[in-house]
């Protein structure tokens, strides 16, 4: 068994108002920084997975997106996958 | 100016416990997926950012991540930044 490290972001599709976003925007605007804009406010996950390859893996973190992480009508996901150094004891 | 788009994770630090990340990880647990554990949960923010340089650019990001964006005391952030096709109307 292996184990990976996976980083999920998890983003609002970009037909759905921001409104965390928006705000943001406007804070910053208050602060005297008005080169920045377009704000939009998603999710960054991190977890191991232990897992047969990097194809299981993939699927394990799949699933767990689909069935508990994401909010697919809402949001879209994408994610990395990194393989640790070998970890025999875990 | 350029028009750049930035891409800041925001992450709490290693030292602190990260409640909402243990919660997912015991659901998911209850969702029948052992193989998935220490769950970090962090930000992800998307902007734009218009500058006359990569360097400038930067230095606003950083800015909004230090006043704004992220705790210094509890988060840990990095960020990416691409410039987008020359939009000379902006």
Chains 1, 2 share one sequence.
Do not use: W
């Not at 047969?52 to 893996?57: I, L, R, T, W």
Request: glycine content about 4%.
């Amino acid at each position: 068994m292996k184990t990976y490290t996976a980083n999920i972001t998890v983003t609002l599709r970009r037909a759905i108002l921001d409104v965390q976003g928006k705000a943001v925007e406007h804070a910053l605007h208050s602060l005297h920084m008005p080169s920045l804009g377009n704000v939009r406010i998603g999710k960054h996950i991190e977890l191991t997975v232990t897992a047969v390859d990097h194809d299981s893996a993939s699927a394990a973190v799949r699933e767990a997106c689909d069935k508990l992480l994401t909010n697919p009508v809402m949001e879209d996901y994408q994610f990395t996958l990194h393989e640790l150094a070998a970890v025999g004891a875990e």
